[in-house]
């Protein structure tokens, strides 16, 4: 992709964040979202591995398919910390990471802790306040990202 792509890209990516945002978000309904998601996952027979976080970095709900494993949870966590860092998706990190050249290393940041790549996803409430981190693994990270937004498009839209 060239410059304007990745422009075209954050800027999709933003009005996504802006779109899929919740009036509350409880306990509860991470249960019910993660559980929601799983069936999704099982249903399409995928293997993904998913998680919910407070953004103190609380597990809320954490499910891993059979053909997931530690592994995909360190991604996870690495993409948890890049989105309660940055306040965007994970996937728009990336995508600006390509736009102005800049790396995690330039911020002074390990790719040990963040990783600039889809799968994570800012849980914002109607006020923009970021309350928790939606994160998977295990597909190839644009897939990562496209499995999230749908998911919450679907569940948003139940509601």
Partial sequence: MDKDEYIALNKTIKEEEERLRFVRFSNRDAL?????LTEKVYKQEMDLAICIRKMNG???FQHMTGGTCLNNQNWMNRKFNTVALMERSSYAAWAVSQISGETLADHGLSETDYKLCGGGFPIALTSGEIVAVLTVSNLPHDKDHEFIVNGLKEWLSSK
Avoid: S
């Avoid at 019910?32 to 929601?36: P, Q, T, W």
């Fill in 58 to 60: 609380a597990i809320l």
């Fill in 32 to 36: 019910d979202l993660g559980n929601f």
